[in-house]
């Protein structure tokens, strides 16, 4: 399969081509970008040097339909939106890592993305490509919404617990911590090393433009509205997200018991693991893979169970799950061109 993505100056980009480069099935033949069009891709990533040293391009959708069968589109947000249409219009397939197709309610854009979609009529058709939950609309689908790093690590720690009503919707607590790269490549000061090192902050508290994608996936599976606390935190490291979440339990449970159930739940799942005998999983542990750790205790003095679940933010978060998501559409093992094992120490 020909793929190209558009986008490709941005920490997204450069590791789509990373682990494209490795996937015995598909051929990267372009790489777009608005910003950089004209200098080479090694130029902006030297890591990419005798890997690919082609110049990025301009987005020209009547030239590219002709080379390509599929698109990743890795851009921010307020960008993808305004070319779906003709992505798709082109007969071709569209994979994309912005938050401009996650939401149905196209109001939402407006409140917590701070623009107003364009796409409005593809929403419905955007399947959200939370890979091991909705393997089968993935599987037939043209259009596909990636999940945003929070919300799949989050959604696949608690998705398991509300189908199975075991916790309680009316009270779900989420703690994010994230390493840097979640903020993009772009220049900020929040991120600047000297704001950044030895430093930890809270922020956007209550209002992550995240939060509504996230209740939407959980109310989606309860079958009723679900709204949820979220906190996320900046943390002075690279790569990882780990997601800490409090739940109180409907029916009492053991640690075996829930152990039992994630592994029934995720058990043709390659990419989620279940940790066992009250071991809590760390980020380094799934450092530049596309797994999903996930550890939990039961604390039967407060009846709360609390969920412990990893991932790199820019694999499972990102890139690693587009290609996961990419083998789902085409028919292939999801595990195909991810074969990565996390980087340690």
């Avoid at 589109?73 to 249409?85: D, I, Q």
């Avoid at 043209?142 to 945003?148: D, E, Q, S, V």
């Avoid at 053991?254 to 159930?261: A, H």
């Avoid at 205790?297 to 790199?312: F, G």
């Amino acid at each position: 399969m020909k793929v190209a993505i558009v986008g490709g100056s941005g920490y997204g980009g450069v590791e789509l081509a990373r682990l494209l480069q490795q996937h015995p099935n598909v051929n990267l033949t372009q790489i777009i970008s608005h910003s950089q069009a004209g200098a080479n891709f090694s130029e902006i990533y030297p890591q990419m040097t005798t890997i690919i040293d082609e110049p990025m391009k301009d987005l020209n959708l009547e030239k590219l339909a002709d080379d390509i069968d599929l698109v990743f589109l890795a851009t921010p947000s307020n960008v993808s939106h305004r070319f779906v249409s003709d992505i798709l219009e082109a007969n071709l397939k569209c994979i994309d890592l912005s938050g401009d197709l996650r939401l149905k309610d196209p109001a939402l854009y407006k409140s917590w993305y701070n623009f107003e979609t364009t796409a409005e009529a593809y929403l419905d058709q955007a399947v959200y490509g939370l890979s091991e939950i909705y393997q089968d609309q993935i599987s037939e689908a043209n259009l596909i919404a990636n999940p945003g790093c929070f919300p799949t690590a989050g959604l696949l720690a608690l998705i398991p617990l509300i189908e199975n009503q075991i916790i309680s919707t009316e009270s779900i607590i989420i703690d994010g911590k994230t390493g840097v790269s979640g903020a993009g490549r772009g220049l900020s000061l929040n991120v600047h090393f000297s704001e950044m090192n030895e430093n930890t902050k809270a922020y956007q508290l209550g209002n992550h433009k995240h939060i509504p994608e996230i209740e939407q996936e959980l109310s989606e599976k309860s079958n009723d509205s679900i709204m949820v606390n979220f906190t996320p935190h900046i943390i002075p490291m690279t790569r990882g997200i780990l997601m800490t979440s409090y739940t109180n339990l409907m029916i009492e449970q053991t640690n075996e018991q829930i152990t039992e159930l994630y592994q029934s739940y995720y058990q043709d799942q390659p990419f989620v693991r279940i940790r066992e005998n009250g071991q809590i999983p760390s980020t380094k542990e799934v450092y530049g893979s596309n797994y999903c750790d996930i550890g939990f205790q039961v604390d039967s003095r407060t009846n709360k169970l609390i969920v412990v679940s990893v991932i790199d933010n820019l694999v499972k978060g990102a890139s690693g799950q587009a290609i996961q998501n990419l083998n789902i559409m085409a028919g292939w093992d999801q595990r195909t061109g991810l074969h990565q094992i996390p980087i340690y120490p």
